[in-house]
């Protein structure tokens, strides 16, 4: 069965920092390109930052450029999502995502989701 699970989600202050963490099970992320979505309130959901399985190409929304990164370790089948300088405007419930071919972060592509993990900024 595919799963993919979120977390590391909490309430931090403007300026922290948080990692999430996307944990695989079923499937092997390796192969997959992978993208992290978020969610505010009344809002759409918008893609912060794919990437390919190759991690030759990665989309970005400016947004969050500069402040956030994703990584893997294949050995756990996870992939991170590290955010900087966190700002009020991030607050959202992120997830992550998966898509057999890359193609930036249009949602429409990525097939399997996972359920989410809230994120709050607030001081």
Do not use: H
């Not at 979120?6 to 920092?17: C, D, F, K, N, Y």
């Not at 992550?96 to 930036?104: N, Q, S």
Request: with cysteine; charged share 20%; aromatic share 12%.
């Amino acid at each position: 069965q595919v799963q993919l699970e979120e977390s590391g989600g909490g309430l931090v202050q403007p300026g922290g920092s948080l990692r999430l963490s996307c944990a695989a099970s079923g499937f092997t992320l390796d192969y997959y390109a992978i993208g992290w979505f978020r969610q505010a309130p009344g809002k759409e959901r918008e893609g912060v930052l794919c990437i390919s399985s190759s991690g030759g190409s990665t989309y970005i929304a400016d947004s969050v450029k500069g402040r956030f990164t994703i990584s893997r370790d294949n050995a756990k089948n996870t992939v991170y999502l590290q955010m900087n300088s966190l700002k009020p405007e991030d607050t959202a419930v992120y997830y992550c995502a998966t898509a057999r071919a890359y193609r930036y972060c249009l949602r429409n592509e990525y097939a399997y989701w996972g359920q989410g993990t809230q994120v709050t900024v607030s001081s």
